[in-house]
């Protein structure tokens, strides 16, 4: 089992709809998260970091974290064609490395 | 500006041929990484440094080699003995206490 799994999608979505995104992870140590914003052939850029469980708020996306169920979400509300990216989410146990999901690639239809 | 640079844009290498991926950050990061990124595989983690002059293996460190001479420097050299080195590769940050790495623009390589 991998430690981190992420749907690769693609997920298609209209305009305005809200974006869903999740990932889980087997190794209980991780208390750090992260989300990452990938647009084509750049380099991923932070989108959002949470410590430990807990949801966390920044203008249209909300990231969520599941410690007893090793889960974390990724959402963002009122979805643009601007939000067409991969999302990779990425995770660490405090070791100053992280492990990264494959990347969900979504599509915002305008 | 502060931030990660990476050169060149893309690269290309003929069979046999070494050649170096160059990356530098002006963000006073303690650490620096190295990820090839494979369509369908996510991130791997090549190399990693987290003081000058000191380097660890990541998970598939075969056929590359680093250096980190300055704080602010750490090339990746891409061996003859990589066999299947198309990638993309991205270098990464991390300023020492916290764990959010920053990449780089990253760099394509292509084997003519």
């Known amino acids: 089992q991998k430690e981190v799994e992420q749907d690769p999608g693609p997920l298609s979505v209209p305009e305005g709809a809200i974006v869903s995104l999740n990932c889980t992870y087997s190794n209980s140590a991780f208390q750090y998260f992260m989300w990452y914003r990938q647009y084509s052939r750049k380099g991923p850029e932070l989108l959002m970091y949470?410590?430990?469980?807990g949801n966390k708020e920044d203008g249209r996306f909300t990231a969520q974290v599941d410690k007893s169920s090793k889960y974390i979400s990724l959402f963002i509300r009122d979805s643009q064609p601007s939000d067409s990216a991969t999302y990779l989410c990425?995770?660490?146990?405090?070791?100053?490395?992280?492990?990264f999901g494959k990347g969900n690639q979504v599509v915002v239809i305008p | 500006d502060g931030g990660i640079t990476q050169s060149p844009k893309y690269l290309f290498r003929k069979e046999g041929q070494n050649v170096t991926l160059s990356c530098e950050q002006n963000?006073?990061?303690?650490?620096m990484y190295w990820y090839r990124q494979d369509p369908g595989q996510g991130l791997r983690l090549i190399y990693y440094s987290q003081i000058v002059n000191d380097f660890q293996k990541g998970d598939i460190a075969e056929g590359y080699s680093v250096s980190r001479e300055k704080k602010e420097s750490f090339p990746l050299t891409v061996t003859s003995a990589q066999k299947n080195p198309t990638a993309f590769y991205l270098c990464a940050s991390r300023k020492d206490n916290q764990e959010t790495q920053y990449f780089g623009p990253g760099t394509r390589l292509l084997v003519l």
């Open positions: 949470t410590y430990s469980s």
């Open positions: 990425a995770m660490s146990e405090g070791n100053n490395r992280l492990a």
């Open positions: 963000l006073n990061h303690d650490a």
